[in-house]
């Protein structure tokens, strides 16, 4: 049975993280730091390392919380609705998560806890082809000894100037399925031979190029087993898109409130633009895609916190993610009229992050044909025994 109530402690965690956002993140901060090198606020950074946000889901023997998925998407959640800049997604769910998974005891005693202590991290993992197909992955790894050497270009990657440790997926073997000899590598950021490029992106949400010229790894930076790397990824696909779905939730709903404001303080002609049965309309609509996204984001986390995630589930939640997130953010520039297009109104900011966020984790198409894969091998309820 699904239950989508909330315990008392997750709902504290809920009040306390927005109004620690609220706090450190206003909008005016979010707008400065879209031209900040950085990206992010080194300062808001440390005060989250000291309320133990890095570690929210790291057990206590690493150093961590010891939370548990469905906290983590609450905060997620809350980071979607204030516009966080950060780099906590890259670091603290593409990163740490698989780490605490697949991670072996020593990586483990070794990495958690620097991470929530604030070690900077994130993935590397598309490259030219821009999906997160098996057969994308080309990044050449070659045996020389007792250590690797890693050549080729990742693109889009997050954070990746900010970053201390790289997550790198690389290619180990050619021959066989696409799926097989992917292995991923944790690797030191400033490793000699790795180049890293800013692209410029609506957005300005800080996404790289990074090139590995020869860059060297040891059989212990391997996460994992070699050349089965790809369940990693194919954990990421389930775990982290459904955190990212809660972000995108998060947004959804904070663009709702400030719509639904927006028309009821607009005065036109003497009434509230509110009061018009055409906008009442689109609110009407807008409220049902965002109560629907959250309640399918909710459902896909709860299977993914008792372990039995579905697959089918969680692409739904991003199809519909993407979608809601975008017409959301429309029907605000909408009601908000022309000036609602431009950065200097909220709406504005919320959607340059709808794009950003369509493609993170796969796109809309992408999901849908592994909606149609799964589907494909259920067996219909007529023939089942």
Same mark, same amino acid.
Not at 182 to 202: K, L, Q
Not at 266 to 291: C, D, M, W, Y
């Given at each position: 049975?699904?239950?989508?109530?909330?315990?008392?402690?997750?709902?504290?965690?809920?009040?306390?993280?927005?109004?620690?956002?609220?706090?450190?993140?206003?909008?005016?901060?979010?707008?400065?730091?879209?031209?900040?090198?950085?990206?992010?606020?080194?300062?808001?950074?440390?005060?989250?390392?000291?309320?133990?946000?890095?570690?929210?889901?790291?057990?206590?023997?690493?150093?961590?919380?010891?939370?548990?998925?469905?906290?983590?998407?609450?905060?997620?959640?809350?980071?979607?609705?204030?516009?966080?800049?950060?780099?906590?997604?890259?670091?603290?769910?593409?990163?740490?998560?698989?780490?605490?998974?697949?991670?072996?005891?020593?990586?483990?005693?070794?990495?958690?806890?620097?991470? @929530?202590?604030?070690?900077?991290? +994130?993935? /590397? #993992? %598309? !490259?030219?082809?821009?999906? &997160?197909? =098996?057969?994308? *992955?080309?990044?050449?790894?070659?045996?020389?000894?007792?250590?690797?050497?890693?050549?080729?270009?990742?693109?889009?990657?997050?954070?990746?100037?900010?970053?201390?440790?790289?997550?790198?997926?690389?290619?180990?073997?050619?021959?066989?399925?696409?799926?097989?000899?992917?292995?991923?590598?944790?690797?030191?950021?400033?490793?000699?031979?790795?180049?890293?490029?800013?692209?410029?992106?609506?957005?300005?949400?800080?996404?790289?190029?990074?090139?590995?010229?020869?860059?060297?790894?040891?059989?212990?930076?391997?996460?994992?087993?070699?050349?089965?790397?790809?369940?990693?990824?194919?954990?990421?696909?389930?775990?982290?898109?459904?955190?990212?779905? @809660?972000?995108?939730?998060?947004? +959804?709903? /904070? #663009? %709702? !409130?400030?719509?639904?404001? &927006?028309? =009821?303080?607009? *005065?036109?002609?003497?009434?509230?633009?509110?009061?018009?049965?055409?906008?009442?309309?689109?609110?009407?609509?807008?409220?049902?895609?965002?109560?629907?996204?959250?309640?399918?984001?909710?459902?896909?986390?709860?299977?993914?916190?008792?372990?039995?995630?579905?697959?089918?589930?969680?692409?739904?939640?991003?199809?519909?993610?993407?979608?809601?997130?975008?017409?959301?953010?429309?029907?605000?520039?909408?009601?908000?009229?022309?000036?609602?297009?431009?950065?200097?109104?909220?709406?504005?900011?919320?959607?340059?992050?709808?794009?950003?966020?369509?493609?993170?984790?796969?796109?809309?198409?992408?999901?849908?044909?592994?909606?149609?894969?799964?589907?494909?091998?259920?067996?219909?309820?007529?023939?089942?025994?």
């Amino acid at each position: 049975m699904v239950d989508f109530g909330f315990s008392k402690d997750q709902r504290l965690i809920r009040k306390s993280v927005r109004e620690f956002l609220e706090k450190e993140c206003p909008k005016d901060r979010v707008r400065e730091l879209k031209t900040d090198e950085k990206g992010y606020d080194p300062r808001v950074w440390e005060k989250m390392v000291d309320l133990g946000f890095l570690g929210l889901v790291i057990s206590e023997d690493h150093g961590g919380m010891g939370g548990d998925y469905l906290e983590l998407m609450i905060f997620m959640e809350e980071l979607g609705r204030s516009l966080f800049p950060s780099p906590y997604f890259a670091t603290a769910v593409l990163c740490a998560l698989p780490i605490d998974r697949f991670g072996s005891n020593e990586q483990k005693q070794l990495i958690l806890p620097a991470i @929530a202590d604030g070690q900077i991290w +994130t993935l /590397a #993992v %598309l !490259e030219a082809s821009a999906d &997160y197909e =098996a057969a994308g *992955i080309e990044l050449a790894v070659t045996r020389e000894g007792d250590s690797y050497s890693l050549s080729g270009t990742k693109l889009f990657v997050p954070y990746a100037r900010a970053a201390e440790k790289l997550l790198v997926i690389g290619r180990t073997r050619a021959d066989g399925h696409a799926e097989e000899g992917i292995t991923v590598f944790m690797v030191d950021a400033v490793s000699p031979g790795i180049t890293v490029n800013s692209i410029p992106t609506a957005a300005r949400d800080q996404r790289c190029e990074v090139r590995f010229d020869n860059v060297r790894a040891e059989v212990t930076d391997i996460l994992g087993q070699p050349n089965r790397g790809w369940e990693i990824i194919e954990y990421l696909l389930q775990a982290a898109t459904v955190l990212k779905c @809660a972000e995108m939730s998060g947004g +959804t709903q /904070a #663009v %709702l !409130e400030m719509t639904r404001r &927006y028309a =009821a303080d607009r *005065i036109q002609f003497g009434k509230p633009i509110g009061s018009l049965q055409a906008i009442q309309h689109k609110l009407a609509n807008t409220f049902i895609g965002v109560e629907g996204l959250k309640n399918l984001v909710y459902e896909a986390a709860w299977h993914i916190s008792i372990d039995r995630p579905i697959k089918e589930l969680v692409s739904m939640a991003k199809v519909k993610a993407n979608t809601v997130y975008q017409q959301t953010c429309i029907d605000g520039i909408t009601i908000h009229g022309a000036i609602g297009f431009t950065e200097e109104m909220n709406v504005g900011l919320y959607h340059l992050r709808t794009k950003a966020m369509e493609f993170e984790l796969g796109g809309s198409e992408f999901h849908r044909e592994r909606i149609i894969k799964e589907l494909e091998q259920q067996v219909p309820l007529f023939l089942q025994p």
